[in-house]
């Protein structure tokens, strides 16, 4: 029998023993076994090892009893089974990446903002928001001369709405960093 033919089989036990749950759930719950089993399979192909698909398959158990586990996780409240960790783990990275996407983004940004606000008390003639004649092109930033044939927009309002905007990000990337702060 096949790798494929083994875990399509395994699959198929499993999802006849998770019956109990709501076909969405069930369906679910499949997937994701399904997943950490190429997963593993791609992990000891990538460390130098033959793919051994009945060897993953026997740590998760047979699947009634992987079943019985999900079942009573999902149904009634029990742990999770350790296949679950494992998406559970992956789920961590994820939200890890999207931390410090936010905080290196949220920083800068804002940062950027305030730099502008200060840049243009002190040079106002090269910061700005200026509008091409056509108003088809707008061009915000620190700019040396202004840019020729265009109109500033926003004059000296520009420092106050550059450092509030600044500042509200600052705030709202610190509000979003503390959901998505990684537990450990």
């Known amino acids: 029998m096949t790798d494929r033919e083994l ?21 679910e719950v499949v997937r994701e076994i399904e997943s950490h089993v190429h997963d593993a399979l791609e992990e000891q192909i990538a460390n130098g090892q033959s793919a051994d698909a009945r060897a993953i398959l026997a740590g998760l158990g047979t699947p009634r009893e992987l079943a019985s586990q999900y079942v009573g996780h999902i149904l009634q409240g029990t742990p999770p089974p350790t296949g679950f960790r494992a998406i559970q783990r992956v789920k961590q990275q ?12 949220g920083a800068i940004t804002s940062g950027a903002l305030v730099l502008l606000a200060a840049y243009e008390l002190w040079e106002p003639a090269a910061v700005g928001l200026w509008s091409s004649e056509d108003g088809r092109t707008l061009v915000v930033g620190m700019v040396s001369p202004s840019p020729a044939n265009s109109r500033e927009l926003l004059g000296n309002l520009l420092a106050p709405i550059a450092l509030a905007g600044g500042i509200s990000l600052a705030w709202l990337t610190k509000r979003l960093l503390a959901v998505l702060k990684p537990k450990r």
């Open 94 to 105: 994820a939200t890890r990446g999207l931390f410090w996407a936010t905080a290196v983004l």
């Open 7 to 27: 875990i399509h089989d395994y699959l198929k036990s499993l999802s006849s023993y998770l019956s109990r749950l709501d076909k969405a759930d069930a369906d």
